[in-house]
């Protein structure tokens, strides 16, 4: 919880997790009769490690392939992450959305920083509204580096002239939480929009037009 106000020039949002509900099982609820099946497959075929290498670039279908030669009993399964991909995206978290807009509305720089595919991002791009409302985005598959590496916080402060001690970074992941803190960034922890409230008007910051 923040306790300390201080000169806030910019706030940068994660997309997942905290503005874009995203989670495979949302299709692959609906494809195993059995959750412990599912939980299984996602954490021993389809993980968030393998699923890193999407967030740097690499081609999904090229790597759904690749993981189906290794695990041949799972293609079809492995396959539906490639070609039913945005069915892993519920829709917006629409409270996280509205505080976006009133920090626009009080005339305060918002950026995303997010890991995503190109292709993922390219679609949401379209699909939310809100996505246009940065003021600019990095995102790790067109920067070839994701979170938690301190490249990507670089890139983001050398190219839009952020001040650490002046930008606050809100994500839902604990780790990449602590590498924005480790570079002086203004970090907070996501894990509601009623909470991120609280710590930003702890900061002194406006959320109303």
């Not at 299984?40 to 690749?66: K, P």
């Not at 629409?94 to 807009?101: G, K, R, Y």
């Not at 985005?137 to 050398?158: C, M, N, Q, T, Y």
């Not at 952020?162 to 970074?169: D, K």
């Amino acid at each position: 919880m923040a306790s300390e106000q201080r000169e806030i020039e910019a706030v940068v949002f994660d997309l997942g997790g905290v503005l874009i509900d995203w989670d495979p099982r949302y299709v692959y609820r609906g494809l195993f009769a059995d959750p412990a099946e599912m939980e299984e497959f996602l954490g021993s075929v389809c993980t968030l490690e393998w699923h890193l290498s999407h967030d740097l670039g690499a081609d999904i279908t090229e790597s759904c392939e690749q993981l189906a030669l290794r695990h041949p009993e799972h293609r079809d399964m492995i396959m539906v992450w490639a070609e039913r991909g945005e069915e892993m995206v519920a829709g917006q978290f629409d409270d996280t959305v509205e505080l976006l807009s009133e920090l626009k509305a009080s005339g305060m720089p918002c950026y995303a920083l997010s890991n995503m595919e190109p292709d993922a991002f390219a679609v949401r791009r379209v699909r939310f509204p809100f996505m246009q409302w940065f003021d600019a985005h990095v995102i790790s598959g067109l920067e070839g580096v994701a979170k938690p590496d301190r490249r990507i916080f670089e890139i983001l402060l050398r190219r839009h002239g952020l001040r650490p001690q002046a930008t606050v970074f809100i994500d839902d992941r604990a780790r990449n939480v602590d590498a924005a803190r480790e570079l002086g960034l203004i970090a907070l922890r996501f894990s509601s929009a009623a909470e991120l409230r609280r710590d930003l008007q702890a900061l002194g910051i406006p959320q109303n037009a």
